[in-house]
């Protein structure tokens, strides 16, 4: 299927005059009550608030008559978004969606957005279990993402950390989603040494109290932009990116506690067990960036390896120029992504593709 892309040009004018005010129309937010789940401590206190989410109506956006949207329902896409993200960030890859038939469900993950937080500096992100993220995007998926399906398919997109959840998810509920990308999942993260030192360091540092710490060269968000930082990218789209987190200060998480890192690494360990691969029964379409700094490569690639084994349906697409966020590179690297994404979702075999 072929969608037409907003043109680079023009992009925060398009956004703003075209998509924002389209998508405020089908637009609905909610709070989800976190999951409980066997083995998870009560939440005390502020840390009991609930998990923010926006979801959008493709029978309300068909009503709009934009132009190029099929007007065919096709189910639902949960979207499991990345580190530091939000959901603002993901407006033009609903628009998407939407113009596709698909309603779009988002919960913003804990920590993150404005869902609730553990911390008291609010651009830092820490979590004292990976198993709530996987609790919480089951819960969403399983209720507020199956109303919106309305018995027609429920699909999952991850990006990065919300891939690593993701994956953990398709592991513990096998029947869940009926179809599931995961672009740059972070199987397991680059943290700028060997990882098995940095699960010593992290250890170590929650181990002598300091797991609400940020980790070492990380801070506040700033907000000045660093157009270097993005080389390769689409600039209007990291510069749109970046205005909206300056616009919502809840948008602003911007670093790692030590316990983060503590969780991320052992939400590695867990995935990437060729037993637990063995329980994925969604066929899965895997992005990988060539130029990815975020996450590792060679994780992902083992993780594919080990669904395979396990019998699983699983299919690694690479683009070898591209930065982590896929989705953020010029027209005519998101154009190919985009079109297999929505042929993905749409085919009836991965085999076809």
């Not at 978004?81 to 890859?93: I, N, P, R, V």
């Not at 957005?113 to 004292?128: E, M, N, P, Q, T």
């Not at 943290?191 to 710490?213: F, I, S």
């Not at 506690?257 to 379409?285: D, G």
Request: charged share 20%; net charge negative; aromatic share 10%.
């Amino acid at each position: 299927m072929n969608v037409n892309l907003i043109d680079e040009n023009r992009y925060a004018d398009e956004m703003r005059e075209k998509v924002l005010p389209a998508l405020a129309q089908c637009r609905a937010e909610g709070w989800m009550t976190p999951a409980e789940s066997d083995g998870l401590a009560a939440l005390p206190g502020r840390s009991a608030g609930k998990l923010h989410y926006v979801c959008y109506d493709a029978a309300k956006f068909d009503a709009l008559r934009e132009d190029g949207a099929t007007g065919l329902f096709r189910g639902a896409v949960v979207i499991s978004h990345g580190f530091t993200e939000f959901a603002k960030k993901y407006s033009e890859l609903i628009w998407y969606f939407l113009l596709s038939g698909y309603s779009v469900c988002l919960m913003e993950h804990r920590g993150h957005g404005h869902s609730a937080r553990d911390v008291d500096d609010d651009w830092l992100v820490w979590i004292d279990d990976w198993h709530r993220y996987v609790a919480d995007l089951a819960k969403f998926a399983g209720t507020i993402g199956k109303q919106y399906a309305d018995g027609q398919p429920l699909n999952l997109f991850c990006h990065s950390m919300g891939g690593g959840i993701g994956a953990a998810v398709l592991e513990q509920h096998p029947t869940l989603f009926d179809k599931a990308v995961l672009s740059c999942p972070m199987i397991a993260p680059a943290t700028g040494v060997p990882n098995w030192l940095a699960r010593v360091l992290a250890e170590v540092m929650c181990g002598v109290g300091l797991g609400r710490h940020a980790v070492f060269g990380q801070g506040p968000f700033t907000p000045e932009f660093k157009p270097e930082e993005h080389v390769g990218a689409s600039q209007p789209r990291v510069r749109w990116f970046h205005e909206c987190r300056c616009e919502d200060e809840c948008c602003q998480t911007n670093a790692a506690a030590f316990e983060w890192v503590r969780q991320a690494l052992r939400l590695s360990h867990a995935v990437l067990k060729p037993a637990a691969c063995e329980n994925i029964e969604t066929p899965i379409l895997l992005f990988q960036a060539g130029r990815d700094i975020w996450v590792l490569n060679e994780p992902q690639n083992r993780f594919v390896t080990n669904v395979k084994n396990g019998g699983g349906d699983i299919r690694l697409v690479r683009f070898p120029d591209s930065l982590h966020e896929i989705f953020s590179m010029p027209n005519d690297t998101l154009h190919p992504y985009l079109t297999q994404i929505l042929a993905f979702y749409e085919s009836s075999e991965i085999a076809s593709l």
